[in-house]
């Protein structure tokens, strides 16, 4: 079984819709984060926890809001979709310099 | 302001070649820096990484080799294979030690290995 998961692992909604991803990990880490990855821009950090009652914004985080459910779920919510957030995302967890990284979600948003 | 930048922007070799992929940082804080690779449909992986007190760390046909005064690392390939081919991220990061580590990404570079 995969230690990091992520669902839906594919989402088309329309613009003004509230969508939540979901990330799930087995790997008993404190740290989780959200990024997204756009074509030719990189991966970018939306959210970051480092332990249940820790939340922060990363450099993207307009648009979107967390919930950190427990210490293995960590969930992504837009709040009100928009067409330019449409991209690949990705939950990761860490316990010290490495993060590993779920399958991704690819949201397309018309 | 982008932190850490990658060059090239693709990459296409031969078999056996010997790809080279540049990347330049500006915050002198970051203190540990690696690659990630990504292939299709999957979400990245740490390849390899490296801390400044060396120059060059090698595992495996892969190696970073680092220039603290220049502010540059490379990812070199040695003897590339049609498996390597993937997209590449650099990274940078203050707090090695992992407390409150966060990652700072480069733009990623595809790289082709032609057989």
């Known amino acids: 079984d995969a230690d990091v998961t992520q669902t839906p692992r594919n989402r088309i909604t329309k613009t003004g819709k509230r969508i939540m991803l979901e990330c799930s990990q087995t790997?008993?880490?404190?740290?989780m984060y959200w990024y997204r990855q756009d074509p030719g821009l990189g991966l970018r950090l939306i959210y970051y926890?480092?332990?249940?009652?820790?939340?922060n914004k990363g450099e993207i985080s307009d648009g979107y809001s967390v919930s950190r459910q427990a210490q293995a779920k960590f969930s992504l919510s837009l709040e009100s979709a928009i067409p330019n957030q449409t991209a690949l995302y990705f939950c990761?967890?860490?316990?010290?310099?490495?993060?590993?990284f779920g399958p991704g979600t690819r949201l397309t948003v018309l | 302001q982008q932190q850490v930048k990658q060059s090239p922007q693709s990459l296409i070799v031969q078999k056996g070649g010997i790809p080279i992929i540049n990347c330049a940082y500006e915050?002198?804080?970051?203190?540990?820096f690696p690659w990630y690779q990504q292939f299709p449909g999957k979400g990245p992986a740490l390849l390899i990484a490296i801390r400044p007190d060396v120059s060059e760390k090698k595992e495996g046909r892969f190696t970073i080799s680092f220039n603290k005064s220049a502010k540059q690392f490379s990812l070199h390939i040695m003897d590339s294979q049609p498996g390597d081919s993937a997209t590449y991220f650099c990274a940078a990061s203050t707090g090695y030690t992992g407390a409150n580590s966060k990652l700072t990404f480069g733009k990623g570079i595809t790289l082709s290995v032609r057989p």
């Open positions: 990761a967890t860490s316990a010290g310099w490495e993060q590993f």
């Open positions: 926890s480092f332990d249940v009652k820790d939340i």
């Open positions: 915050n002198t804080a970051f203190d540990y």
């Open positions: 790997k008993g880490h404190d740290r």
